[in-house]
């Protein structure tokens, strides 16, 4: 099964469009939403084409492909308008052997991977900079943002297939990649 990884679209229609484009053109079978989903949080600029009703309907559109979590910015006002949960701060998908811990990463992170046991891979978002690499045991990967990119990192995006994880741009180049 090959999933996309998408973390960090604070409301842009633009990038949610982009999100979708590359889901389809990835044809990946699931898109997990590692949070900050419709709002631009306070520390954030306005992104392009800020339009986080415009975003609930289209992401609304594919609720069967979708599994998500929390942000720091998504709020129960939000779960009001999605037709997929985005309620929890935590959630597991099992993919092959290992174990796949998905968060936003404003509550468990690298520094806080208490829930997590040998093997596993923590994939988070909330940095919007893009990392892929062995910590201990353990695997920690963050997709980076596809809407505000930070130190000047490219806006980005994640796909798993098999067990190769891969970090791309917009175009579809690899920026990271790492075997689990």
Request: aromatic residues 8%; proline residues 5%; charged residues 25%.
């Amino acid at each position: 099964m090959k999933l996309m990884f998408v973390s960090d679209i604070h409301g842009s229609i633009y990038y949610a469009k982009r999100a979708i484009e590359i889901l389809e053109k990835e044809k990946a079978q699931a898109l997990i939403l590692l949070g900050d989903i419709l709002y631009h949080g306070p520390r954030n600029p306005l992104p392009k084409e800020y339009n986080p009703k415009e975003v609930a309907e289209l992401l609304n559109k594919y609720k069967d492909k979708i599994v998500a979590i929390r942000g720091n910015c998504d709020s129960e006002v939000d779960q009001m308008v999605l037709d997929f949960p985005i309620s929890a701060d935590y959630n597991y998908i099992l993919h092959g052997d290992k174990r796949l811990f998905l968060t936003h990463g404003h509550i468990y992170n690298e520094n806080n991977m208490d829930r997590l046991s040998s093997g596993d891979v923590l994939i988070h978002g909330h940095t919007h900079i893009p990392v892929a690499k062995e910590v201990g045991d353990k695997y920690v990967i963050n997709p980076g943002s596809i809407t505000l990119p930070k130190e000047n990192n490219p806006n980005s995006y994640g796909v798993l297939e098999n067990n190769l994880f891969q970090i791309k741009d917009l175009r579809g180049n690899v920026l990271k990649s790492i075997s689990l």
